[in-house]
């Protein structure tokens, strides 16, 4: 165990407000041409959960479809700030997800930015859900003579998100997170990557619906008193030159991100000597990606794991002690083990691979609404991961495989089940299976195989089509390959197996 936790977690809000108190005058936001110092942001995140208590009965659930930007930063905080259950959306839905995902959560307002309202005002319109579009929300973060809102009193333990991750069924869970869960994660990861307050910038590439840049961008950020430097999105160009310009000092990223900029031609011009940290999670780093970004930048890539349910973070690596290929060592508070596959509940030995699970005070709830999963993943306290790992000697986790069928496309979970069923919606198609499929940049990509029915017209491009107009982009197969027949086991199932082999 690494580091100590301190007696009393200030929870998310109180973390912006002992920032605008010590560092009033301190650049807090960075995004495109705008720049507000901690005093500016705190009074917009006092606005903004003014007018939410305002419009919403205590503890409302909000639902977000934001990209990255300033307005997302101030509404994540100030439904934090107002006891509000925040559902932040992925941009990059479909109308088609995203209407699953709002019947599922239910909420009573959904917000969203320019760029998304034209696609969220027909599904709001459809569930009688309210909708403040981006100027208006806009309007809500403008700071008035009005007292101050505070951090709410309410229960700690009270849920705070509701992020959703895909699922094994193909439809995503909400996963329930409290407030206390939320600002425990970001003191365990304190404890183990220590950061100088008032004295960092970071750089946030990566979504901040993520629970990643949520955790290592905007609540780091926050806890740190930084300078954070929003992205819309991830674009190379963009990343250097805000390194040069913001003289950066923590940039958590992804092995997508890593590899994507060392192949990029700015990559050896450009000046890091302001990056004296870097992160990576989402998805496995590979040695010799991070020792050749180690190299070249000077700077050490920590690299981490966890899960939306686990708040996110269950390990990190960090400057106590570090292995390349590891995933690290359990945060504070923090139980991790690896037990037996067959029963779940026979610990194992280092050097023996089993599923990992985890206990402490930053796991998930529940799912919402889904008694039998949750009862399948929370089993006596402890959080059964689906993943595959083994710990060395001195402590060091290493993970190994993914006992559940999950793909991981440059940092994305996606589920080959919930590609399947969009394949199956083609009136052509008989027989469907997505596997992944190794790629040297993305980690993984989706590999589908079709089986038409007699007499169908559509080839590949088709398919692709209509994968395209039903699926987010990092979830359309980068391969569709139609077959006579699919393999099946001696139990009649599809043999994934084979596919992968295939593949």
Known sequence: MNGVLPARIALIPELLERAAADWPDRTALVCGERRIDYRRYAAEVRAAARRLRQALPPGARVATLLGNSDLACVLT???????????????????????????????????ADEASSALAAPLAAAQGIRLLDGAAA???????????????????????LLQYTGGTTGQPKGVILS????????????????????????????????????????????????????????????????????????????????????????????????????????????EETLRRWEAAVGAPIYEGYGQTEAGPILTYNGPQGSRAGSVGRPVPGTEVEVV????????????????????????????LARPEATAESLRDGWLYTGDIGEFAEDGFLYIRDRKKDLVIVGGYNVYPREVDEVLYLHADVAQAAAVGW???????????????????????????????ANLARYKVPAVIEILDALPCTSANKVDKKALRARA
Request: include cysteine; aromatic fraction near 8%.
């Open 77 to 111: 905080l100030a439904l934090q700030m107002a006891g509000c259950q925040h559902v932040p959306l992925n941009p990059l839905y479909t109308a088609r997800e995203l209407d699953f995902i709002l019947r599922d959560a239910q909420p009573e307002l959904l917000i």
């Open 138 to 160: 806009r309007a809500w973060t403008i700071p008035s003579d009005e007292t101050p809102a505070a951090a709410p009193a309410g229960d700690a333990d009270a849920p705070a």
């Open 179 to 286: 407030r206390a869960a939320i600002a425990t994660n970001v003191f365990q990861r304190e404890a183990v990557l220590p950061t100088r307050h008032g004295a960092e910038t970071v750089l946030c590439a990566m979504p901040l619906f993520h629970s990643y840049g949520m955790a290592m961008g905007l609540f780091l950020a926050a806890s740190a008193a930084a300078t954070l430097v929003v992205l819309p999105r991830y674009r190379p160009d963009d990343v250097f030159d805000a390194v040069a310009r913001e003289r950066v000092t923590l940039f958590p990223g992804s092995p997508t991100i890593y590899a994507g900029l060392m192949a990029h031609a700015r990559f050896a011009q450009t000046d890091w000597s302001s990056v004296r940290v870097c992160y990576s999670g989402s998805a496995p780093l590979a």
């Open 340 to 367: 037996d596959l067959e029963t779940g509940a026979k610990p194992l030995l280092a050097g023996q691979r089993g599923e990992i699970r985890a206990r402490g005070p930053q796991i998930m709830q529940g799912y």
């Open 438 to 468: 190794p790629d040297s940049y993305r980690g993984e990509l989706i590999r589908a195989f079709v089986v038409l029915r007699p007499d169908a017209s559509a080839d590949e491009a088709a398919l692709l089509a209509h994968c395209q």
